[in-house]
């Protein structure tokens, strides 16, 4: 019994120092690369807390047919919140140009970035959750500057969230174990040793180890 209490705490901490570690983002600055709305780049960069809130931003749309009176710029975190590996943001802009919904998954994929949820896959841990990221020009005229037919709510063709420019440096994106997950970690690995040590046969019960009996009888001797 004893051995099988230890062997359950062990892997149980062992798992949890893997699962702490597994959903954390390291805060900080982040780059908008490779998304497309409507064949035009979005540029820029967003900065996540360690739940995969937005808390800045500052994105523009590079599409020249909205350059009047300059390109729309979104630099506003109006409303984010993330759950079930998914972190959704609506950035709008100080000019009201237009606003992005930003959505994403909070789970790193094998280089460290954060992919856009793109509407036909499934997005975050919630069996069934498909949202979009979008992008949405409001439409204006102004007898000073002209006019703006703006543009509906169009989703991204492609996207994701790097902490690197260069997008296939790997090493510059990935998480940094925390303390916490560490030792955790190492508890696991610990307990996992200690009850190898156990498993050893010994000489007390009688195993492989136990010291030869001199006063017993030598079968070849019968």
């Known amino acids: ?3 099988l209490l230890l062997s359950l705490l062990s892997i149980a901490l062992l798992s949890f120092g893997v699962a702490a570690h597994a959903g954390t983002i390291t805060p900080g600055v982040y780059y908008l690369d ?19 809130n937005v808390t800045a931003a500052n994105l523009t749309f590079n599409d020249p047919s909205f350059s009047n009176p300059g390109l729309p710029t979104f630099n506003q975190s109006w409303l984010s919140f993330a759950y079930n590996g998914l972190g ?3 950035i709008t802009s100080t000019n009201n140009s237009g606003q992005i919904a930003l959505f994403f998954n909070t789970t790193a994929d094998a280089s460290g970035n954060y992919d856009l949820c793109l509407g036909y896959a499934q997005c975050g841990t919630s069996i069934g959750t498909m949202g ?3 992008l949405q020009i409001y439409g204006f005229y102004n007898s000073a500057v002209g006019s703006n037919p703006g543009l509906a709510a169009t989703s991204f063709s492609s996207g994701y969230l790097s902490q690197s420019a260069i997008s296939s440096n790997a090493s510059s994106t990935a998480l940094t174990p925390e303390p916490a997950s560490l030792f955790l970690l190492g508890t696991g690995i610990i307990g996992l040793a200690g009850l190898s040590r156990l498993m050893k046969p010994s000489a007390r019960f009688g195993g492989a180890d136990a010291p030869a009996d001199p006063l017993a009888k030598d079968p070849t001797d019968a």
């Open 1 to 3: 019994m004893r051995r």
């Open 34 to 52: 490779n998304a497309f709305v409507a064949g035009y780049a979005v540029t820029g960069t967003v900065d996540l807390n360690s739940i995969g």
């Open 88 to 90: 959704q943001s609506y």
């Open 132 to 134: 979009n990221s979008t």
